[in-house]
């Protein structure tokens, strides 16, 4: 069976010039260069430690890499609905410097099993829980032949900031350093849940003693400067070291500074400074820069002469959904899933790669490739971070 999701173009777009299709492409052709990834499951524990998916981007070569572990965040939502987190522009980075890059999907998120820990209103045992994935995660990768089990680092955003700030109350041996990134648990419907926020971390910090690194933003919709310059003071004063990157506003929301590009020189410089006060790689090396999988986006109208006779999707609903997708207009995107039997189109919207991609994998239940940006075969792999 064959599912399809079209997001409907907002009204009002003007068509696209060349000059501005060519700059949309020469951005597919950025993200082209993006480490391929592997999407693994790490091996049941028995059934309190079920599967967990991971996405790993790594340098070229064997290795052993120095490992960075990313934690994804909370979408609204069941979290078993949630999509599989890939940070391509973060892991780009990182995969540059010599880095490998693990993605876990914690308990209960996307394709990983069992059932996230709610925990109602217990934010203390929730991050407490969260940091038990995270924990597999790192030994899962520690134990992998290309990784250098005594050089890792662990990231977290909001709620995986939350996970990652647990996890140093009992990490693998070969963690240096803890960031957080806007971590923390927003639960509206908790009484004093702010409060119980702040105790929680303060509590963490009373039994971690690697370093820790902090961004948070004044315009945060999630959590207000009082709240977090409260969990840093707590933290601190409870024994754990931390240090604070206040970046004041970005953007329309703070909450957004480790998944947008332009974040990317806030936070990334300081980070690298931190890294290499710890002796671990902070310089690009061309040994490690992943390579684009096209030498650059082809026009459809060339890579696909025959119109739609070579979509390598066959059936009538894909081939329509196509055609109405070539006329329209602005920024738009197509994907289609690894084994051909689902699409997703999307166009009039902020995010066109990322919306595709979302909605596809969610039709599919498995990965899914861009294949054309605007009027261009791209045929980039996961860009979802666009």
Not at 226 to 245: D, F, K
């Amino acid at each position: 069976m064959t599912l399809a999701v079209m997001l409907l173009a907002a009204p009002g777009l003007a068509q696209a010039t060349e000059s501005a299709l060519q700059a949309r492409t020469a951005f597919a052709a950025q993200q082209a260069a993006v480490p391929a990834e592997e999407v693994l499951m790490i091996p049941a524990e028995g059934p309190q430690a079920p599967e967990l998916e991971v996405t790993v981007y790594r340098p070229t070569g064997e290795g052993p890499f120095p490992v960075v572990v990313i934690n994804h965040g909370r979408a609204a939502g069941p979290a078993h609905m949630q999509t599989r987190f890939r940070p391509a522009h973060v892991a780009y980075e990182f995969v540059r410097r010599g880095y490998a890059v693990v993605v876990p999907m914690r308990l209960g998120f996307g394709r990983s099993g069992g059932i996230e820990f709610d925990g109602s209103c217990d934010i203390l045992s929730n991050g407490r829980q969260q940091a038990r994935s995270v924990r597999r995660a790192v030994d899962w990768a520690a134990a992998q032949p290309w990784a250098d089990p005594g050089r890792n680092v662990v990231l977290g955003q909001s709620h995986g900031g939350l996970a990652t700030l647990a996890y140093g109350e009992d990490p693998h041996p070969g963690t240096k350093l803890l960031v957080n990134f806007s971590g923390g648990l927003r639960q509206d419907g908790c009484p004093a849940w702010e409060a119980a926020l702040v105790e929680a971390i303060a509590s963490y910090g009373r039994h971690t003693r690697l370093p820790t690194q902090w961004f948070y933003g004044d315009n945060d919709s999630h959590f207000r400067p009082a709240v977090w310059r409260a969990a840093v003071q707590g933290y601190a004063q409870a024994g754990g070291q931390v240090s604070l990157e206040a970046v004041g506003s970005f953007g329309s929301d703070a909450h957004t500074l480790f998944g947008a590009r332009d974040g990317l020189p806030l936070w990334l410089p300081a980070v690298l400074r931190t890294l290499d006060a710890l002796g671990l790689p902070t310089q690009p090396d061309r040994r490690f820069e992943p390579q684009p999988d096209l030498p650059a986006p082809v026009p459809l109208r060339q890579a696909l002469p025959d119109g739609v006779d070579h979509l390598p999707v066959r059936n009538a609903s894909a081939r329509q959904g196509f055609l109405n997708w070539l006329r329209m207009a602005g920024s738009k995107a197509f994907a289609i899933s690894e084994n051909g039997l689902h699409w997703a189109a999307s166009w009039g919207v902020a995010r066109p790669m990322a919306a595709a991609l979302e909605y596809c994998e969610r039709a599919a239940g498995s990965r899914c490739r861009i294949f054309a940006v605007d009027g261009y075969l791209v045929r980039t792999g996961d860009t979802g971070t666009d």
